[in-house]
C-alpha cells in the first residue's frame, strides 16, 4: 500500500512555529524591560527629582 505524501502545509506550519517563538521572545523582553523601567522610576523619584528640584529653586531664589 502506497502512502500519499503530502508536504504544502510544512511550510505554513513552520512559519508559525518561528513567528510563535519570536512572539514569545519578545513578550518574555518586554517583561523584562517592564521591571527594568520600574526599578528605574523609583531611583529616579527618590534622590535625582529632589536634587533637581533644589538645584531650580536656587535658580529662582537667586534671579528673584
Not at 5 to 18: C, D, M
Not at 22 to 34: E, H
Not at 48 to 56: K, P
Amino acid at each position: 500500500m502506497k502512502m500519499l505524501v503530502e508536504e504544502s502545509g510544512q511550510g505554513s506550519a513552520e512559519l508559525i512555529l518561528l513567528f510563535g517563538g519570536i512572539i514569545v521572545v519578545a513578550i518574555v523582553a518586554l517583561i523584562a524591560y517592564k521591571n527594568y523601567l520600574n526599578g528605574l522610576g523609583s531611583g529616579i523619584n527618590g534622590s535625582e527629582l529632589n536634587e533637581t528640584t533644589n538645584a531650580i529653586q536656587g535658580l529662582k531664589d537667586l534671579f528673584a
